[in-house]
């Protein structure tokens, strides 16, 4: 879920207590000079983690499309077509197309030269764009005026290269309209789903990816430290929200966190409504941190001061149920029989049954999409089984939950990889309500590959 901490009331309210939220905000400054943030010393302590992150390459972009060629083949699809902007899209070719209603599709063929379709009044922008990326000058670009159909374009640019009656694969994040214009202006073509390609591809992470999401993960728990460190009884969600951005400025990365207290956290992903700390409350932070494009999701559970028994009972079956799954998760393991391992500890001890309790599947895939492919869950919600197996290369999120109507939710999120030998979190996993932060170091090593 768009995202656990082990933190004492002398964790929360020691040294970084007399620093006030309103702290956080600009101190007076003359006309002339800059804003100068006062920061908690917990924030102000945090280490700029942007440096760290590499960059992805032209080379790495093509690497990518090979493989989605040669899944085009085993697959019998000839062509995939991404329209206008989609992760896909600038995975593949670090191409943001945002061209609204109008449409623009970046099409790889798998035998042929590549081709862009763009308004023609656009034309100069796309050749820009292609040159700077995978591509270069290797791609062509089909124009069509605004009395034109851009779907007889596209269909013109697959005839033209000897595609007429092929099998075309389209982003299943496409836009209706898009994907209804290519079927309604090119019957002669068989449409289908090009997730066997795009997310057969994504789902499965190279050491770079990697990387990315280990430094991702890293800075999101650094950051959900920090922020415990500043809090105080008092504040409300909007006062934290304003202490998570200034964290996340500081370590360099773009990234958000929802916060719910107390009986709100029994909701899965929260409330709207403005909460506020109490002496005892129950804190659930969710979300994560972009780097290079790959998000992180991490959830952490916990309280401000002492836990009572039944929140540390529930903490328990939670903390038990994700690791049945660091066990239980591997390659060639149905991504079915995962969630029924987390399900089963969760259902004996005494909350189920079935979605009762813990009301979500386990867990999603990772990446440029902090919810992509392959899900934890029997009978997806797709209606077919992309992967219905892990692999190696596999990231997933790994968050059981029990949420009590009325009264509290513990959610433990972390993300998992598989390796060709297992399974294992990028991150330390919660000990507890009271010390979810426990096991984290306070710096950051560069870690290089997986």
């Given amino acids: 879920m768009p995202s656990r901490l082990n933190v004492s009331r002398r964790g929360f309210l020691g040294a970084s207590a007399a620093v006030a939220v309103s702290a956080a905000l600009p101190a007076p400054q003359s006309d002339a000079a800059e804003p100068v943030m006062a920061l908690p010393a917990s924030i102000a302590a945090l280490p700029v983690l942007s440096g760290l992150a590499r960059p992805f390459t032209n080379a790495e972009r093509l690497a990518r499309i090979d493989r989605a060629r040669q899944r085009m083949t085993a697959t ?9 902007s989609t992760t896909s899209s600038v995975y593949f070719a670090d191409l943001r197309l945002n061209g609204g209603e109008r449409l623009w599709a970046l099409t790889i063929p798998a035998k042929s030269r590549p081709f862009l379709v763009c308004p023609a009044f ?16 290797q791609a062509d670009v089909l124009v069509w005026e605004e ?10 640019g697959l005839a033209d290269r000897g595609l007429l009656g092929a099998t075309v694969g389209l982003d299943e994040n496409m836009k209706f309209v898009f994907a209804e214009g290519i079927r309604a202006a090119n019957p002669h073509l068989t449409i289908v789903s090009a997730s066997p390609v795009t997310a057969g591809c994504r789902m499965v992470k190279d050491a770079h990816e990697i990387e990315c999401l280990r430094l991702a993960c890293r800075a999101t728990l650094l950051v959900y430290r920090a922020v415990a460190q500043s809090l105080q009884i008092g504040m409300s969600t909007a006062d934290v929200h304003s202490l ?5 400025r500081r370590v360099g990365f773009d990234g958000e966190a929802s916060l719910n207290i107390d009986e709100f956290t029994a909701l899965p ?12 409350s129950i804190l659930m932070l969710d979300d994560g941190c972009s780097v290079e494009g790959y998000t992180s999701d991490i959830t952490r559970t916990f309280v401000l001061g002492k836990a009572t028994d039944k929140m540390k009972r529930v903490f328990d079956l939670v903390y038990r149920a994700q690791s049945a799954v660091i066990h239980a998760a591997r390659p060639g393991v149905a991504t079915a029989d995962v969630d029924a391992a987390a399900r089963k500890v969760i259902v004996d001890g005494g909350y189920g049954p079935g979605f009762k309790f813990f009301s979500h599947r386990l867990g999603h895939g990772i990446g440029m999409d902090m919810h992509e492919w392959p899900y934890l869950v029997k009978n997806n919600m797709f209606g077919y089984d992309l992967n219905p197996r892990l692999e190696a290369g596999n990231l997933l999120s790994n968050e059981p939950g029990i949420y009590i109507p009325g009264e509290f939710g513990i959610r433990l999120e972390d993300d998992l990889l598989i390796t060709s030998s297992g399974a294992g979190l990028l991150t330390p996993q919660s000990p507890s309500l009271e010390d979810a932060f426990a096991g984290l170091e306070p710096a950051l090593p560069v870690v290089k590959g997986s």
């Fill in 76 to 84: 019998r699809i000839d062509a995939v077509v991404l329209a206008n």
């Fill in 122 to 137: 656009e034309e100069g922008r796309a050749r820009e764009l292609l040159d700077a990326g995978p591509f270069g000058k």
């Fill in 147 to 156: 009395d034109e159909s851009p779907f007889a374009a596209l269909g013109k």
């Fill in 244 to 248: 998570i951005a200034a964290a996340y």
């Fill in 269 to 280: 992903h929260g409330s709207r409504r403005q909460q506020t700390l109490r002496e005892g």
